[in-house]
Structures are given as C-alpha cells and as structure tokens.
Antibody, heavy 122, light 110 residues
Framework: ELQLVESGGGLVQPGRSLRLSCAAS????????MHWVRQAPGKGLEWVSG????????GYADSVKGRFTISRDNAKNFMYLQMNSLRAEDTALYYC???????????????WGKGTTVTVSS | QSALTQPPSASGSPGQSVTISCTGT?????????VSWYQHHPGKAPKLMIY???TRPSGVPDRFSGSKSGNTASLTVSGLQAEDEADYYC??????????FGGGTKLTVL
C-alpha cells in the first residue's frame, strides 16, 4: 500500500525553526517528484515546495522562498522541509504529496499523507 | 504568484451537472497544459481527480471531466451524487518550478 506519513509538526515561537519529515513506503520513492502542500485553518490549499526525483529541480512558493528548504534522501525514502524564520502565517496543516511523475513540471500529486500540524505562536 | 480564481461555492441536485471554473493568467493556466483538479473532503487527504487539463486517473468516475479555454479551466461533475459533496481545488503550473492552487470551491449536493 502506498503510504506517506508526515511528522515533526508542533508549536513553535515566531522566528524559530522546525523540520518536517515525510516517510514514504509502498512505492519506489526515488522514481517520483515530491511536494509539500499546506492548509491554514479555514483556508484553502497552498502549494509550498516541490522537488524532482533527483533533487535537480526544486521550486518554492513566493511566500516561503528564502526561509524554507526542501530536501530528500532516496536511500532512506524520506523527504524533509526545513522551515526557518517561522511566522504566524505559516500556521497550517502540512501535507506531504507524491508527484505523479519523476520530474517537475508537471506537479500532479496523486498520493497524499494525512498531514502534520504546525502552529507558530508566542 | 497569485492564487487562481474559483467561485467560493457551487451546488446542484442529485443527477444534475455542475461546472466549476478556474481562472488564471497566461502565466499559469493559459500558458501550460498542466492543470489539475483535486477533491478534498474535510478531515481527509485531497484526491487527484483530473490532470493535464482533462485526463482522469484510474479509479476516478467518468462523471468527472475537465477542459480549458484560454486562461480558464473548468471541472464538470455530471450525474451529481451525494458523495461528490466536497471542496474542489484547481491547480496549475506557474513557471519557474512553481505550482499555484485556486482558492477552492465548496460543492453542495442539494
């Protein structure tokens, strides 16, 4: 069974850092692009970042560029999101999602995790 | 990088058809064939319903169809069923390795 499990969320003060992890199983992780998508309370989905199968192609939403860093370890079947200089507006449920193909674009996301909650508050 | 524009809500009775629009610009929807649609039931993981404007992944009923004209993409749900009630999001490639979602449309089955 294809599965994505996010972890690392929690309560953090503004300006601090947090690293999210996404553990993949049930498919050949290194064959697909991966993405982070978030949903703030009461708001819609927002694409955060994506990484191609070999990490050669990486993209960020303007709202997080320069503060967040996406990475992956194909040997361990993990993807990460390092979040620095966190702001209140980063508070959201963060989803890990599998790309439908290896490269990006296109950024079609066909398997999603259940998400991990990040709350930025003093 | 602005969100794509979707109507906040849409509705229809069982058996009817409803179309949800998604308006962007020539820098996203109008510039690429990489438009997708997601169904999101609150509390669950989003589900890919349409990709590459009009292609349905395996397992998605053919009641769901997609199209695009210029800077506007559309999702049509035919033969509405109670389980179709959900939030629907369009998404498009926006260049420079970026993706942008629409604001979402809450579909109500009356």
């Amino acid at each position: 069974e294809l599965q994505l499990v996010e972890s690392g969320g929690g309560l953090v003060q503004p300006g601090r850092s947090l690293r999210l992890s996404c553990a993949a199983s049930g498919f050949t992780f290194g064959d697909y692009a991966m993405h982070w998508v978030r949903q703030a309370p009461g708001k819609g989905l927002e694409w955060v970042s994506g990484i191609s199968w070999n990490s050669a192609n990486i993209g960020y939403a303007d709202s997080v560029k320069g503060r967040f860093t996406i990475s992956r370890d194909n040997a361990k079947n993990f993807m990460y999101l390092q979040m620095n200089s966190l702001r209140a507006e980063d508070t959201a449920l963060y989803y890990c999602a599998k790309g439908r193909v290896a490269h990006q674009p296109p950024n079609y996301m066909d398997v999603w995790g259940k998400g991990t909650t990040v709350t930025v508050s003093s | 990088q602005s969100a794509l524009t979707q109507p906040p809500s849409a509705s229809g009775s069982p058996g009817q058809s409803v179309t949800i629009s998604c308006t962007g610009t020539s820098s996203d929807v109008g510039g690429y064939k990489y438009v997708s649609w997601y169904q999101h039931h609150p509390g669950k993981a989003p589900k890919l319903m349409i990709y590459e404007v009009s292609t349905r992944p395996s397992g998605v009923p053919d009641r769901f169809s997609g199209s695009k004209s210029g800077n506007t993409a559309s999702l049509t749900v035919s033969g509405l069923q109670a389980e179709d009630e959900a939030d629907y999001y369009c998404s498009s490639y926006a260049g420079s390795s970026k993706e942008v979602f629409g604001g979402g449309t809450k579909l109500t089955v009356l």
